[in-house]
């Protein structure tokens, strides 16, 4: 059913909605769904790389070993509160295999049913574009949302860099619909990054900025809207997305 | 070629690389960035931690200010922290008000009896490989946006990278220098087995450090007065015999 972007505002997408039902991923350092600003965790999984084989195994160890996962967690969950959230862990103890763990979750993690997945890391390996590419697309042909923060670091950034997602960088808005479009992409869109509360290890919270907390904000809209609009294609939230901007022009300006 | 033909051919080999590339002139770039950095930002402490060879460790190798010396030369795990994250991502990050909470960085905070109450951490990285992470500690809280701190630090680390990735070739050369040593010096022989075992685990991170400096004396031996050089490589050229006929008197050889 195509949207036409007469009528489309932060109303109809947005009001009354409360991600119920929607299954969100977060595939970064794990959740401590111990938290409580972070609440239920429907699921979670964890990669690692094993050295000895050189390959991707499933990983035993729960929780969040950095404090990351569980902000991006907490975030999402202010802003979509009844939403199913589940952890994919693919940080872990060491750099090898990086790019294979992350590819091997982001894969998971759209194979698993969750219509909207954050993704505040990214890789600059070369070797991974085809790889982030075709991942990319499987993703928007599932109707899978991936939502990622821009890298800040000069150089390629799979996959915030392609057009199959929606990529984030950090503005100084204060309340989760403090949206911003950006008319020249590849940085999409705008959303609170700077000095967030956020949910940290051990029931502690912590102020802070980056992009990589900006990009749950936006994980946090997708999963509202699709709670009310659960038919939306990527493509079709991205441009409600941008229809609901802060900066957008109203239809007939 | 006799041994101090082909040392004096090393040591011009090694002079050629230049000075710029010696890794003392390396360090002191490094320090000089932490110092920068720590000044610009009006913070406590700066530091700069390198990833080991297998990526499970950080190790502090520069820092400026409070806890310096303490922190110099530490090793971390680099599955932890706001520093882990930052590498295993490729994300900066900034975080503040951590609330005096010791275990958002445990060991540094023990071993340097220093706890921050603010951190800003961007990745250093060349080419898509994150080669460590930069962190200033505490920076002035009256400075505005710590957004724009997060892209200045990255500045200073792309500076970081350069320097890094500098004094590694200069041991890659230095691995060169050596196969070249064994490759001439009389096959069959214990010390050409050394020497050329010596080349081959070159890679690993203290022996790449070893043959740096070796590199490095190559250089400063060739810069040396024709008495002092003469010298030097006659005891070189008697140390090496020396090894030599202690390493072929083994039982049954």
């Known amino acids: 059913m195509p949207v036409h972007a007469r009528g489309i505002d932060g109303e109809w997408a947005f009001a009354g909605a409360t991600g119920v039902g929607v299954d969100v991923a977060v595939v970064d350092s794990g959740i401590d ?51 199913r959230l589940h952890s994919v862990r693919v940080l872990g103890e060491h750099l090898l295999g990086k790019g294979e763990v992350f590819a091997t979750g982001l894969r998971h993690a759209i194979a698993s049913g969750a219509r909207v997945i954050n ?48 990529s984030v960088a950090a503005n100084d808005g204060t309340g989760p619909f403090d949206l911003d479009c950006n008319p020249e992409p590849p940085v999409e869109f705008g959303a609170p990054g700077i000095d967030v509360t956020v949910p940290w290890l051990d029931g502690s919270t912590v102020v802070t900025t980056g992009n990589s907390f900006a990009a749950p904000h936006v994980t946090g809209l997708v999963a509202l809207l699709l709670s009310k609009h659960p038919h939306l294609t990527p493509y079709e939230v991205k441009a409600v997305l941008r229809a609901v901007s802060r900066n957008a022009v109203p239809p007939g300006a | 070629m006799t041994a101090d033909a082909l040392l004096a051919e090393l040591a011009r080999v ?123 500690l505490d920076r002035d809280a009256a400075r505005p946006g710590a957004d724009a701190d997060l892209l200045l630090l990255q500045v200073f680390c792309d500076q970081a990278a350069i320097a890094v990735e500098g004094a590694r070739a200069f041991g890659r050369v230095a691995q060169v220098l050596l196969g070249a040593l064994s490759s001439a010096a009389d096959a069959d022989t214990d010390l050409a087995a050394a020497l050329a075992g010596a080349a081959r685990s070159g890679s690993a991170g203290r022996d790449e450090r070893q043959l740096r400096d070796l590199a490095a004396l190559f250089a400063r031996l060739s810069r040396a007065e024709p008495d002092a050089q003469r010298l030097a490589l006659d005891v070189v050229t008697d140390v090496l015999a020396y090894v030599e006929r202690r390493g072929s008197r083994r039982p049954g050889g």
């Open chain 1, 33 to 83: 769904a111990a938290h409580p600003q972070v609440g239920a965790v429907a699921s979670s999984v964890a990669f690692a790389w094993d050295r000895e084989r050189r390959e991707v195994v499933p990983d035993d160890r729960a929780g969040d070993l950095f404090g990351h996962g569980t902000a991006c967690a907490g975030v999402i969950r202010r802003v979509a509160p009844q939403c």
């Open chain 2, 14 to 136: 090694a002079d050629a690389l230049g000075p710029a590339v010696e890794p003392p002139g390396t360090e002191r770039l490094l320090s000089s960035l932490a110092e920068t950095a720590r000044r610009l930002f009006g913070a406590r402490a700066c530091s700069l931690a390198l990833l080991s060879d297998d990526g499970s460790e950080l190790v502090y190798t520069t820092a400026s200010g409070q806890g310096a010396d303490a922190v110099t030369g530490m090793r971390m795990p680099a599955g932890r922290g706001v520093a882990g994250w930052v590498v295993q991502s490729g994300q900066p990050v900034a975080v503040s008000d951590v609330r005096a909470d010791p275990r958002f960085a445990p060991d540094v905070a023990e071993a340097t009896g220093y706890v921050p109450q603010s951190i800003v951490a961007a990745p250093v990285v060349s080419e898509g490989d994150v080669l460590g992470v930069l962190s200033v």
């Open chain 1, 119 to 166: 993704l505040s890391l990214s890789t600059g390996k070369t070797d991974f574009f085809g790889t982030f590419h075709e991942i990319a697309d499987e993703a928007a042909f599932a109707g899978v949302v991936l939502v990622c923060a821009v890298s800040n670091v000069p150089g390629p950034s799979y996959p915030s860099q392609f057009s199959a997602v929606v």
